[in-house]
């Protein structure tokens, strides 16, 4: 699983698209964030191409899964409180198989 | 709010020793249970997943589920300095899956 850019600062409202791809041919992938006392966090996950839905802190973040490789995570408006550790992952077909987590993105708004 | 508890730690332990971890979690549902190691600035790595009661062994590590406690625990055996990391437990939630905050766990030579 690949994920750009590694690190990233942005200013608040400053639109950014965070990219992850993987070529295992994975029907399920996912984005967590991760912070400090928080732990790791779903945001959005897919079962496979064209199906999203919610995770447990979707709140301004957007997503979409044109192809089976890839699956963006999109900031249209980043607010200070995204900054955050964004990791991808990405598992053979959902969350009952091992989940192979991305180098990550640390991301700062400010 | 599907919960997955864990003990933040430290937990520090001597070399060769056994490190015991644990977790508990809300969803009488849930039907995969993992543990993934995390070092300091990297991603996730799987160690054990476990889907059934009862212990599954890996190694040094073994895996401990009792789904009636909704308890998983993670034995390390041979504890080596290189066992230094957060462990992380992660609990199936029907296509999520739900973290613990992790233990720290440090391993002194």
């Known amino acids: 699983v690949t994920q750009t850019p590694k690190f990233q600062v942005l200013k608040t409202g400053q639109s950014m698209t965070l990219q992850c791809a993987q070529d295992m041919n994975h029907e399920y992938m996912s984005w967590y964030r991760q912070d400090p006392g928080l732990g790791l966090r779903q945001i959005y996950y897919?079962?496979?191409?064209?199906?999203?839905d919610k995770g447990d802190v979707p709140e301004g973040y957007k997503v979409s899964r044109k192809e089976k490789r890839n699956f963006p995570l999109i900031l249209e408006s980043p607010s200070p409180n995204q900054t955050s550790l964004y990791f991808c992952?990405?598992?053979?077909?959902?969350?009952?198989?091992?989940?192979?987590f991305g180098p990550g993105t640390r991301l700062t708004v400010t | 709010q599907k919960e997955v508890e864990q003990n933040s730690g430290p937990l520090s332990v001597p070399e060769g020793a056994i490190a015991s971890l644990n977790c508990t979690y809300s969803?009488?549902?849930?039907?995969?249970f993992f543990w993934y190691r995390q070092y300091s600035g990297k991603s996730p790595e799987l160690i054990m997943s476990i889907y059934s009661n009862g212990d599954k062994e890996d190694g040094r590590f073994t895996a401990q589920l009792n789904k009636a406690s909704q308890y998983v625990s993670l034995l390390i055996r041979d504890s080596q300095p290189s066992d230094s990391a957060t462990y992380l437990c992660a609990v199936d939630a029907g296509n999520m899956l739900t973290f613990g905050g992790g233990t720290r766990l440090m391993v002194k030579p």
């Open positions: 969803d009488r549902g849930s039907q995969s």
């Open positions: 897919s079962m496979n191409v064209e199906v999203t």
């Open positions: 992952a990405s598992s053979y077909q959902g969350t009952a198989y091992e989940q192979y």
